[in-house]
């Protein structure tokens, strides 16, 4: 179990120190046991700091300044003989007790608690949420203070001396990987609008292949269903050659060929024809040098409307006639009836 940062073994052996541990390897420039000190101590840190200084800006930034000296200065702690937890403690109370002082210098009111009562009484506190982002940022840049001697402090002590303090280069990061901080809340903003946006835009993209297929079966299927006199009118009008001729018709009725002589084809559609007996059929005929030959029959809807694939082939100078047959006549030799109208191809 842990208790105040100690590994206490359920067996009683040598308790070990968790925090002394991961301040060694931060002052051998890990920034991963930086984080995760961090992580352990920043709840206590923040909140001795917000009840000794009273205010929630200046207790972040002792918050700061305590972890960024945690990880300058960490090298003193091996020499310090101390436990982790209380070393790091002793830092946030002379940081929070230094900004509580120059609070009150200013007249705004602090806490008057004693520091080392605050350490032990003091809950935890829930830090900001970017300030561990923001510090692995900064120590990434920050060199850290290399220990001093003891000798060469005594001997600058008796000489009234200042002792100098050397600074240690930035880490080498080639054994000790750099550790990715944490994403600061515009980062996370950015990346939650990024994805609501790809989540957007692959639904409209699913739409869009959605209706494409739609649209494509319907297409397809208009395809396999549309009558082969449309399919040969299509077949017509899109020929390089395609002709057409409209007659228009005594009773207000028209009548309009379609042919392409590169086909040999025709398709004759009318609109409005004169209705017809019940058993009577409009035959069509091909009339060649006064020449009569069958080229179907057909039956006009209620509104004398019809499209219909002439039998036979196109030839040049060729006309097309229509008359109408009782509906059993055999539709050879010549039409019983004058033609109700014809139209010339050729």
């Known amino acids: 179990m842990v208790i105040d940062g100690l590994d206490i073994p359920d067996d009683g052996t040598t308790r070990i120190d968790r925090v002394g541990v991961l301040l060694a390897r931060t002052a051998e420039g890990d920034e991963s046991a930086f984080a995760r000190l961090y992580d352990l101590l920043a709840p206590r840190v923040f909140g001795l700091a917000l009840a000794t200084v009273g205010d929630r800006a200046q207790s972040e930034q002792v918050l700061q300044d305590v972890f960024l000296e945690v990880w300058r200065a960490a090298a003193r702690f091996a020499s310090s003989g101390e436990r982790g937890r209380p070393w790091v403690l002793a830092i946030a109370q002379r940081r929070a007790a230094d900004a509580a002082r120059g609070r009150a210098g200013d007249g705004q009111p602090s806490s008057s608690t004693d520091a080392a009562t605050t350490a032990v009484a003091t809950a935890d506190a829930a830090p900001p949420l970017t300030m561990r982002s923001s510090l692995l940022a900064q120590i990434a840049a920050s060199p850290q203070v290399p220990p001093v001697e003891a000798s060469v402090v005594a001997a600058a002590l008796e000489q009234g001396e200042a002792v100098a303090m050397p600074q240690r280069a930035a880490p080498d990061r080639t054994d000790h990987p750099m550790v990715e901080p944490a994403p600061t809340t515009t980062v996370i903003q950015a990346m939650s609008r990024r994805n609501w946006t790809r989540a957007v835009v692959g639904l409209a993209v699913a739409l869009v292949v959605l209706v494409g297929l739609g649209y494509v079966a319907a297409t397809i299927n208009e395809v396999l269903t549309r009558p082969p006199t449309l399919a040969a009118l299509d077949e017509i009008e899109a ?18 060929a379609h042919w392409s002589p590169s086909l040999g084809e025709a398709v004759l559609v009318t609109t409005d024809l004169r209705a017809i007996g019940a058993n009577e059929v409009l035959e069509i005929w091909w009339v060649q040098d006064g020449q009569y030959t069958p080229a179907g029959t057909f039956d006009p809807g209620p509104d004398g409307s019809a499209t219909v694939q002439l039998e ?7 006309v097309i006639a229509v008359t109408v047959a009782p509906e059993d006549a055999p539709a050879e030799g010549t039409p019983t009836e004058r033609p109700i109208f014809e139209i010339p191809t050729g």
Request: aromatic share 4%; net charge negative.
């Open 239 to 256: 020929a390089p050659d395609a002709v057409s001729a409209t007659v228009a018709l005594d009773d207000g009725g028209s009548a309009t």
């Open 312 to 318: 036979g082939d196109w030839q040049e100078g060729a």
